[in-house]
T-cell receptor, first 112, second 115 residues
Framework: GNSVTQMEGPVTLSEEAFLTINCTYT??????LFWYVQYPGEGLQLLLKATKADDKGSNKGFEATYRKETTSFHLEKGSVQVSDSAVYFCALGNQGAQKLVFGQGTRLTINP | DGGITQSPKYLFRKEGQNVTLSCEQNLNHDAMYWYRQDPGQGLRLIYYSQIVNDFQKGDIAEGYSVSREKKESFPLTVTSAQKNPTAFYLC??????????????FGPGTRLTVL
C-alpha cells in the first residue's frame, strides 16, 4: 500500500542554519506530494506541493523536489528562522483516491 | 473570507456521552475529511465524503459516525463506543480534481477531552 516515511525528530537547529527534513514514499502510479506545516494548537497549512516527477515546489524559502528515481521529496530551507519552529508533515496523494497519506511528522525547533 | 470553521476549539465531555464536532466550509469544495491526531503522531483518517449524502470509512472509523446532508457541512459524532476519544480532531476539505488528488485545506481543529 501507499506509505510515507519521514525523518525522525525532533530536530533542533540554530537560527540561519540549513534545514533538510527527509521524506521518502512508497506508492503505485504517479502520486502528488505535499508538505504541510502545523504551528502549536493549530490546523495544518499547505506549505508546498509537486504533482509530477522533477517538479519543484517552493514557498516562504522552503523547497522540495519530486524525485521519482529515489522516491523522495525532501524539504529544504537555506536559512531558518525562529518563526519556522513547527511540526512538518510530508503527505502523498494517489491518483483518483482523493485521500492523503501522511508521514508521522517532524518537530522542528529553531533557537535564536 | 473563505475557509473552514470548526467549533468549539476545546470540548470536554464525560465518559459514556456522545459528542458532535462541527465542521463547516464556504470554499464550495466537494470533498470533506475528518482526521484524528494524537500527541507526537501523524494524522489518521476517520471518514471522508466526496459528495452530499455519501461518505466512506477511513482507517479508524470504529466508534465514530458522520453525516453529509449539505455540501458545506460534515459533522462528526464521537460515540461512547470509541474507546479512547481524547484527541485533536481536524476537518479538511478539497476540490475534486479529476484523477489527481488535490490539496486539502484544514480547519483549526477541535481538542476533545473525555473525563
Amino acid at each position: 500500500g501507499n506509505s510515507v516515511t519521514q525523518m525522525e525528530g525532533p530536530v533542533t537547529l540554530s537560527e540561519e542554519a540549513f534545514l533538510t527534513i527527509n521524506c521518502t514514499y512508497t506508492a503505485t502510479g504517479y502520486p502528488s506530494l505535499f508538505w504541510y506545516v502545523q504551528y502549536p494548537g493549530e490546523g495544518l497549512q499547505l506549505l508546498l506541493k509537486a504533482t509530477k516527477a522533477d517538479d519543484k515546489g517552493s514557498n516562504k524559502g522552503f523547497e522540495a523536489t519530486y524525485r521519482k528515481e529515489t522516491t523522495s521529496f525532501h524539504l529544504e530551507k537555506g536559512s531558518v528562522q525562529v518563526s519556522d519552529s513547527a511540526v512538518y508533515f510530508c503527505a502523498l496523494g494517489n491518483q483518483g483516491a482523493q485521500k492523503l497519506v501522511f508521514g508521522q511528522g517532524t518537530r522542528l525547533t529553531i533557537n535564536p | 473570507d473563505g475557509g473552514i470553521t470548526q467549533s468549539p476549539k476545546y470540548l470536554f465531555r464525560k465518559e459514556g456521552q456522545n459528542v458532535t464536532l462541527s465542521c463547516e466550509q464556504n470554499l464550495n469544495h466537494d470533498a470533506m475529511y475528518w482526521y484524528r491526531q494524537d500527541p507526537g503522531q501523524g494524522l489518521r483518517l476517520i471518514y471522508y465524503s466526496q459528495i452530499v449524502n455519501d461518505f466512506q470509512k477511513g482507517d479508524i472509523a470504529e466508534g465514530y459516525s458522520v453525516s453529509r446532508e449539505k455540501k458545506e457541512s460534515f459533522p462528526l459524532t464521537v460515540t461512547s463506543a470509541q474507546k479512547n476519544p481524547t484527541a485533536f480532531y481536524l476537518c479538511a476539505s478539497s476540490p475534486i480534481a479529476g484523477i489527481y488528488t488535490d490539496t486539502q485545506y484544514f480547519g483549526p481543529g477541535t481538542r476533545l477531552t473525555v473525563l
